[in-house]
């Protein structure tokens, strides 16, 4: 039996310790417990399952390597740590490059670089060819609307020609008044022409007379080309382009033409014909050509690189500057 206490004092003998019990007992705080239990709370019977989110005994926590197991990139166990400068974990697989293809087009897609199709339009199906669209290869502009007309460029040197014909025709006269009357004369001296002496007089008239005509057109030629060249220099018009209200200009910016391009004109016109035998054919050539040409020019425009236009109504686009 112990003594008792001193008066005024708390003192209090220790409590017996009651047996263990495993159904009743109760941790320390602080101690570790169980898994899945809190500190303090009494053990889960044998059998029991886990509270929710908390792993099976034995098992690990998600994200955390099993027991017995390493993290990843980590040294195993008997594993030896990686030197200093060496990655952890396996070396990584060897880069392979593939070869590019290209993307293949999508069915109902037109392919890579074809014409798109304007916002809003109906969609053609694949495959189908586009539409011809205005300025295309079948498109074919029409001649300008300031052209002159053929007719109009015909009655315009047929009146060229009729003032030519006022200087021609008396130069004409002494040029070729001689031959003739020289035919005239070996034709009354020989009744019978079949004779051979009147043969051979009459081809020396006839050769006279053919040097005379060749003579007078190389001469027309030339005051012909002196009668285009000097107007169309200065003002893009003779006589018969003034009275029909027509006028030369460049066919690429419409601008008055200068001395050499109306000198080249005049040339082609004037001076090519004279050429024996194929001159003609080319005159006649030469003036047909505006008949089925897209813009009515002859082969000397095509030459000169010059249209006729009308100057009685307004030009299909501004003129580069004031005619002389």
């Known amino acids: 039996m112990a003594a008792p206490p001193p008066p005024g004092s708390w003192y209090f003998p220790p409590q017996p310790i009651p047996p263990y019990d495993p159904a009743t007992a109760t941790q320390p705080y602080g101690a570790p417990g169980p898994p899945g239990n809190t500190p303090g709370a009494p053990a889960p019977p044998y059998g029991a399952q886990p509270s929710p989110g908390q792993p099976a005994p034995g098992q690990a926590y998600p994200g955390q390597p099993a027991p017995g197991q390493a993290y990843p990139g980590q040294p195993g166990p008997g594993q030896a740590s990686p030197g200093p400068g060496q990655p952890y974990g396996p070396p990584p697989p060897p880069y392979v490059q593939t070869p590019y293809s290209a993307p293949q087009p999508q069915y109902g897609a037109p392919p890579y670089g074809a014409p798109q199709q304007p916002y809003g339009a109906p969609q053609q199906p694949y495959g189908a060819p586009y539409p011809q669209y205005p300025g295309g290869p079948a498109y074919v502009a029409g001649p300008e609307p300031d052209l002159a007309g053929r007719w109009r460029r015909l009655l315009a040197r047929i009146i060229d020609i009729v003032v030519l014909s006022v200087v021609l025709i008396p130069l004409s006269i002494p040029m070729l008044r001689h031959p ?27 050769g006279k007379l053919l040097g005379a005509l060749v003579l007078f057109t190389i001469v027309g030629a030339i005051i012909t080309f002196f009668y285009d060249w000097p107007q169309h220099a200065l003002w893009g018009q003779t006589l018969g382009k003034r009275a029909l209200r027509t006028r030369v200009v460049t066919a690429g910016g419409r601008a008055p033409v200068t001395v050499a391009t109306a000198a080249k004109r005049s040339a082609v016109y004037a001076l090519v014909p004279i050429v024996p035998l194929l001159g003609g054919l080319f005159a006649l050539l030469n003036e047909a050509w505006c008949l089925w040409d897209l813009r009515r020019q002859c082969l000397h425009d095509k030459a000169a690189r010059t249209i006729v236009i009308r100057t009685d109504m307004p030009p299909a686009w501004p003129q580069p500057g004031p005619w002389g």
């Not at 070996?186 to 008239?205: E, F, H, L, W």
């Open 180 to 206: 003739l009357d020289n035919l005239q004369q070996v034709t009354n001296r020989y009744p019978d022409v079949s004779a051979p002496g009147a043969q051979a007089a009459i081809a020396r008239a006839d």
